[in-house]
């Protein structure tokens, strides 16, 4: 299984993004617990959003009411919709699947908000 994460870039604060996680080599998206971390320098990676194969969504709390985490399972793909961007969001972002006893990681993908 490989997971090719896109959709980074620079942005302004309180501008948008969305976050693609393309799954590739088999079909995992709406079985497994998706979720997307970020590592921003000098700090420890974090989650900040997670999918889990029935639905049931979970946030970090400074990302609340801000990003969406959902998911496509026809196209194996994860997103992460990011609106209202703060400079304190800057940081690679990377794409996680997870089951019982398997983790797979993608790749990271920088946002930098910034004026």
């Known amino acids: 299984v490989q997971l090719q994460a896109s959709g980074g870039g620079l942005v302004q604060p309180g501008g948008s993004l969305r976050l693609s996680c393309a799954a590739s080599?088999?079909?995992?998206?709406?079985?497994?617990?998706m979720g997307w971390f970020r590592q921003a320098p000098g700090k420890q990676r974090e989650l900040v959003a997670a999918?889990?194969?029935?639905?049931?969504?979970n946030y970090a709390d400074s990302v609340k009411g801000r990003f969406t985490i959902s998911r496509d399972n026809a196209k194996n793909t994860v997103y992460l919709q990011m609106n209202s961007l703060k400079p304190e969001d800057t940081a690679v972002y990377y794409c996680?699947?997870?089951?019982?006893?398997?983790?797979?990681w993608g790749q990271g993908t920088q946002v930098t908000v910034s004026s």
């Open positions: 999918i889990a194969g029935g639905g049931v969504v």
């Open positions: 996680n699947a997870r089951a019982v006893g398997i983790v797979y």
């Open positions: 080599g088999r079909s995992i998206v709406g079985s497994y617990i």
